[in-house]
């Protein structure tokens, strides 16, 4: 282990550890602190996310841009904070942390045996959201976790998800694909962080008048198990509770070969995650590059902690 990564370890350890034992006002405080400094620093992340608000909202100028990726950095360093504190908050909590619009989406699909696919992006808290649903809902679920360097820092945040009651696959080996479609043929839930491609089989989407790449996995699961395929999108605001949305399922065309029913069910999936981060792009935390025009050739896929952990192609 270099002495980056042992660094990387350690002060994630160090937040799970001090963090979650801060009262939440100080939490509060100490998040949007850090998110201040790292934003006035005007690192790569501020700057690549600047780049994305920009297609997002294409007719802000710089000064609306630098106010969205001050929002955006706060929201970002919000994600973490709660992430840290989610391991000791009570059960009640975390049933109260969040408001959700059109649930029955999602209670209907379990209610009709066939299992339920969730693809949510990378807005606000998608950790809090699982929680809940472990929580407030009483349904376990499974989830994909890319795996991160070091190696300890990956086993931490299998242990952190695991201790909220999920049950975390590693993005890479293969074998994912097959678990997922076991527990939806069972039934069971299936969480997946599906707005950027980890993979080389990503679908091409068109997303803010742009092409991107997708995961495929969501649409695949969906053909082959018969599972419901529901877009999610959060959000903050100024409350303590988080808001959310369970979008309608996104159907199965019905002809077309598989290849054409993914791309179509992909892009499906990339519109409703474009109405809910058109609606709050500041919390939406894409620190990365994200559109084609956007990546080298070599398409480099490096993981920074805290981008791109789930997914499945």
């Not at 100490?30 to 201040?36: K, P």
Request: aromatic share 8%; charged share 25%.
């Amino acid at each position: 282990m270099s002495a980056q990564e042992r660094l990387t370890d350690a002060l994630y350890g160090a937040g799970w550890s001090t963090v979650k034992r801060l009262p939440e006002p100080v939490a509060v405080r100490l998040g949007r602190t850090i998110a201040d400094l790292a934003w006035k620093q005007r690192g790569k992340g501020v700057l690549r996310l600047e780049s994305n608000y920009a297609r997002v909202v294409p007719d802000a100028g710089p000064e609306r841009l630098a106010e969205l990726s001050r929002a955006g950095m706060r929201s970002y360093l919000r994600y973490w904070m709660e992430s840290f504190r989610l391991p000791a908050w009570s059960a009640e909590r975390i049933a109260d942390g969040i408001d959700v619009k059109d649930l029955h989406h999602l209670t209907d699909g379990m209610a009709a045996g066939k299992g339920v696919i969730l693809a949510l992006p990378h807005l606000a808290n998608w950790d809090l959201a699982g929680a809940w649903v472990t929580t407030r809902l009483g349904i376990p679920f499974t989830t994909v976790a890319e795996r991160l360097k070091p190696e300890t820092l990956y086993d931490r945040f299998v242990a952190y998800r695991e201790g909220l009651g999920m049950e975390v696959l590693p993005h890479s080996g293969g074998s994912a694909f097959g678990t997922l479609a076991r527990r939806l043929r069972d039934g069971g839930l299936v969480c997946l962080v599906a707005d950027r491609d980890l993979s080389a089989s990503g679908v091409e989407v068109r997303f803010f008048g742009e092409t991107a790449r997708m995961p495929a996995g969501p649409a695949l699961l969906a053909q082959q198990t018969g599972a419901r395929l529901l877009p999610v999108t959060l959000w903050y605001d100024d409350s303590p509770v988080m808001r959310g949305r369970v979008h309608p399922p996104v159907e199965v065309p019905g002809s077309g070969t598989r290849a054409e029913r993914t791309s179509v069910m992909t892009q499906a999936l990339a519109d409703a995650f474009a109405t809910g981060i058109a609606d709050h792009p500041e919390d939406w935390h894409m620190l990365q590059r994200l559109w084609l025009k956007d990546l080298d050739p070599a398409r480099d896929q490096a993981t920074a902690p805290g981008q791109d952990r789930e997914g499945t192609s």
